[in-house]
T-cell receptor, first 112, second 118 residues
């Protein structure tokens, strides 16, 4: 039981490039989330999904897109990377909306 | 306005001291949930506890204890006899219904960096 896995662990992008952060969970959770963590700022919700085919914006969605075609996978797409997107990205999942969330190990992204 | 305030940015203690991490939250919901997460230097986020708004009983788990007081909107976390391995950033979080839906969005505080010196 791997829990929540994320790839890659690290990535450096040039301004204007695009990439997809992968997230997979094997706990059969319906709810999945993407957060970004900036130094000293806690975590902010980017997008979330309550089930396959259903996604919605969180607090800071601009510059990102998501899709949820299966229960297990919830990829996050960055289009036209900007330096403001330099951050650590965490994927999480939970059994119910109010249940505890389990987090992946994070992806450290630098945009230069 | 911050929904979750962790006023202590950094705390340093010496091993075996007790330490309390403060968390104050703000919500208009009557049903909500409070959480604590630990982020050690390795970077992962580890779930510690979940509390619902109807259960004000204090909870103890080994050296960890939590004090939930609705009257002061606080959910404080105490580590007894701290150890070097407790050094981490600790986040308090609030989950409330998002736009009337069943989803509980997590709002995180900014975290408290705890350093325990040997």
């Amino acid at each position: 039981n791997a829990g929540v896995t994320q790839t890659p662990k690290f990535r450096i992008l040039k301004i204007g490039q695009s990439m997809t952060l992968q997230c997979t969970q094997d706990m059969n959770h319906n709810y999945m989330y993407w957060y970004r963590q900036d130094p000293g700022m806690g975590l902010k919700l980017i997008y979330y999904s309550v089930g396959a085919g259903i996604t919605d914006k969180g607090e800071v969605p601009n510059g990102y897109n998501v899709s949820r075609s299966t229960t297990e996978d919830f990829p996050l797409r960055l289009e036209l990377a900007a330096p403001s997107q330099t951050s650590v990205y965490f994927c999480a999942s939970s059994l119910r909306g109010e249940a505890e969330q389990y987090f992946g190990p994070g992806t450290r992204l630098t945009v230069t | 306005a911050q929904k979750v305030t962790q006023a202590q940015t950094e705390i340093s203690v010496v091993e075996k001291e007790d330490v309390t991490l403060d968390c104050v939250y703000e919500t208009r919901d009557t049903t909500y949930y409070l959480f604590w997460y630990k982020q050690p230097p390795s970077g992962e986020l580890v779930f510690l506890i979940r509390r619902n708004s109807f259960d004000e009983q204090n909870e103890i788990s080994g050296r960890y204890s939590w004090n939930f007081q609705k009257s002061t909107s606080s959910f404080n976390f105490t580590i007894t006899a701290s150890q070097v391995v407790d050094s981490a950033v600790y986040f308090c979080a609030l989950s409330e219904r998002d736009r009337g839906s069943t989803l509980g969005r997590l709002y995180f505080g900014r975290g408290t960096q705890l350093t325990v010196w040997p």
